[in-house]
């Protein structure tokens, strides 16, 4: 779906790893995503759940494409590892994705392809399709059945402190202007 904004992104057949039946086992949600940045459309099944958590980052934080770090749209999240009082989350996964740079300039942020093309988006504009994107991840997981808790420690603080963490920027985003 091509916008006439400078950035959108949408997600749809949304899916668990094993398919589209609900699923409380499986804590990481799966889509179709596709995304506009300026002129370019791109495409990209991955781990919606992570995307917008990452998004939610990059309304108070720059976010640089790097090795070292997932991609705004990645293919998975194989780990979930909780920092010590389960307020923020670093999610690991394999190399697989899409992967643009935020960086916040003036009133506005810029995104910035592998290719190096940028678009300058207005923050408002930016915060409230991450604000939309992340409202409809939230909304499948809310139609489903409550998720099944891992017993393992680290499995289970890790999707804690996923939760803690989104809903903490969720609420900070609310406060920002834009």
């Known amino acids: 779906m091509v916008d006439l904004k400078n950035f ?3 997600a749809d057949g949304f899916t668990w790893i094993c398919g589209p039946q609900d699923d409380p086992e499986d804590l990481c949600l799966h889509g179709h995503v596709t995304v506009q940045i300026g002129t370019a459309v791109m495409e990209y099944d991955g781990t919606v759940s992570a995307t917008a958590l990452y998004l939610l980052k990059t309304l108070t934080e720059d976010k640089i494409m790097s090795k070292e770090d997932i991609q705004m749209v990645p293919c998975c999240g194989h780990f979930l590892i909780a920092n010590k009082d389960l307020s923020q989350v670093t999610i690991l ?3 697989s994705g899409l992967d643009w740079s935020v960086v916040h300039d003036g009133g ?3 995104l910035i392809l592998p290719s190096g093309e940028e678009t300058w ?3 408002g ?4 399709e991450v604000i939309r994107f992340a409202d409809a991840v939230e909304a499948f997981y809310r139609s489903c059945r409550p998720k099944h ?3 393992d420690t680290f499995a289970r603080n890790g999707y804690i402190a996923f939760w803690n963490e989104w809903h ?3 609420a900070e985003a609310a406060s920002l202007k834009g």
């Open 8 to 10: 959108s992104i949408h």
């Open 93 to 95: 996964g394999c190399d």
């Open 125 to 128: 504009d930016y915060k409230a």
């Open 121 to 123: 988006v207005p923050f």
């Open 108 to 110: 506005g942020v810029r």
């Open 168 to 170: 903490r920027r969720y």
């Open 149 to 151: 808790l891992p017993e």
